[in-house]
């Protein structure tokens, strides 16, 4: 007999993460879906992330390198039939979780929530709000978060080698598989988007390195966002209505995106040539 109300365990990576933590705990908390385990994985935070998790958590562990590991050993110790990877960053609707439990249980091994920043941050939040728009329910950019507990422990989880590119990765491997994805209305927000060029160069100029690894370990064709190119011509161009439709954050998107492409493309020839000639 199917279990019409299984449990479902939630973990969270976290490392400093004191300014975001309590809203994405609280997000959880006020879930419709109540058969839940919250799993916090810290990576031994020297700010208030622990203090504050402990307030939420089911579970607060202490095991370090990085979210991949963190993310993988909290699947590794959850009890749940599925599980839903979160980041530490982000705060869900309400009805997430209850509406991830009834997609799957109609037949369905893993499901997609969709992410978007919160537009209000920054015009920088406002341009990448624009673009996860787009890309919304886009066969090439979907990384499924929720998933059957035993299918997340036989793909091997998350990359720990990769700190860019996990979850597209995660996805490719899904794929192979051929595992049924779903979709469902109810988002989370990201609430901790860069607000200054700065910190938005430093990040794409990292994510673009990181790529070169990420190329390396996956085995298809699919790169999602690290594939720039290959998504302005085939999803970017093709949503001109809705640069027409908000002209105001196409233009900061267009702006966001020359940026993008150029920081990551710089990283991803550095560390290139970083590799040949060591």
Known sequence: ????????????????????????LESIRWQTYDHLEVIVVDNYS?????????????????????????????????????????????????????ECVETALSGCDAVEV??????????IARARRFEYDLLRGDARR??????????????GGLDPSLIAGEDYDFQNRLD???????????????????????RMIRKHFRYGRQSVQFR???????????????ILQKLYLRKWREYVEKPVSAVLFLVYFVIKVAAGSSGYLYETLIRKVS
């Not at 980041?87 to 009805?95: E, K, N, T």
């Not at 390396?216 to 290959?230: E, W």
Request: glycine share 6%; with cysteine.
């Open 1 to 24: 007999m199917v279990d019409r109300h299984p449990l479902v365990s939630v973990i969270v990576p976290t490392f400093n993460n004191q300014l975001t933590v309590a809203a994405c």
């Open 46 to 98: 020297t700010d208030l992330t622990l203090a504050i998790a402990e307030r939420y958590g089911d579970k607060v562990i202490l095991h370090g390198n990085e979210r991949c590991e963190q993310s993988n050993f909290g699947v590794s110790i959850s009890n749940g039939e599925f599980v839903l990877r979160m980041d530490a960053d982000l705060v869900l609707d309400s009805s997430v979780i209850e």
């Open 216 to 230: 390396i370990v996956t085995d298809t064709g699919k790169t999602g966002q690290l594939d720039a190119n290959s």
């Open 142 to 155: 979907i990384s499924a978060r929720f998933v059957k507990r035993d299918l997340y422990l036989a793909v």
């Open 114 to 123: 969709h992410n978007s920043p919160d537009p209000q941050i920054s015009w």
């Open 176 to 198: 192979h598989r051929g595992t049924k994805v779903g979709y469902i209305e109810a988002q989370a927000i990201s609430i901790s988007e860069p607000t200054s060029i700065v």
